[in-house]
Antibody, heavy 118, light 108 residues
Framework: ELQLVESGGGLVQPGGSLRLSCAAS????????MHWVRQAPGKGLVWVSR????????SYADSVKGRFTISRDNTKNTLYLQMNSVRAEDTAVYYC???????????WGQGTLVTVSS | SSELTQDPAVSVALGQTVRITCQGD??????VSWYQQKPGQAPVLVIY???NRPSGIPDRFSGSSSGNTASLTITGAQAEDEADYYC???????????FGGGTKLTVL
């Protein structure tokens, strides 16, 4: 069964750091580009970042560029999002998603909630 | 343009047909995919590459696209189709992924 399981969310103070993880199973992780998508409470989906299959290329939304770093460990089938200098507006559920190129994002993880507050 | 525009809310009578639209310049160049999200759950892919359904998605869901507008059509809407629906494509200027603002579908 295809599965993505996020972890690492929680409460963090403004200016602090947090690392999210996403454990993949049921597919050949190293063959797929992966993305992070977030959703603020009561709001819509917002793309955050993506990484290619071997980790050599990354891209970020302007809102997180320079503060967040996406990475992956294909030996551990795990995707990461290092979040630094977090702000209140980073408060959201963060989803890990597998990209199938023009065939869309599937599956999605269950999400992990990050709350930035003092 | 980096925006995909959706109507915030749409309603449909049980068993009737409803169309949810998504507009954006990038849709002239890139395929669109559609996602269904029910309260408290992660999004689920329902349509990709304009009009393809993943396995397990009922055939009452279909997609189409023309010019800068893509549509998700539900033919014979069911109560369980009540959800938020998001379109997704690529921003033609940045090559980043972009989502529409979402449409809340109410089945009456």
């Amino acid at each position: 069964e295809l599965q993505l399981v996020e972890s690492g969310g929680g409460l963090v103070q403004p200016g602090g750091s947090l690392r999210l993880s996403c454990a993949a199973s049921g597919f050949t992780f190293s063959s797929y580009w992966m993305h992070w998508v977030r959703q603020a409470p009561g709001k819509g989906l917002v793309w955050v970042s993506r990484i290619n299959s071997d980790g050599s290329s990354t891209s970020y939304a302007d809102s997180v560029k320079g503060r967040f770093t996406i990475s992956r460990d294909n030996t551990k089938n795990t995707l990461y999002l290092q979040m630094n200098s977090v702000r209140a507006e980073d408060t959201a559920v963060y989803y890990c998603v597998r990209s199938r190129g023009i065939s869309g994002f599937d599956p999605w993880g269950q999400g992990t909630l990050v709350t930035v507050s003092s | 343009s980096s925006e995909l525009t959706q109507d915030p809310a749409v309603s449909v009578a049980l068993g009737q047909t409803v169309r949810i639209t998504c507009q954006g310049d990038s849709l002239r160049s890139y395929y669109v995919s559609w996602y269904q999200q029910k309260p408290g759950q992660a999004p689920v892919l329902v349509i990709y590459s304009k009009n393809n359904r993943p396995s397990g998605i009922p055939d009452r869901f279909s997609g189409s696209s023309s010019g800068n507008t893509a549509s998700l059509t539900i033919t014979g809407a069911q109560a369980e189709d009540e959800a938020d629906y998001y379109c997704n494509s690529r921003d033609s200027s940045t090559n980043h992924q972009v989502f529409g603002g979402g449409t809340k579908l109410t089945v009456l």
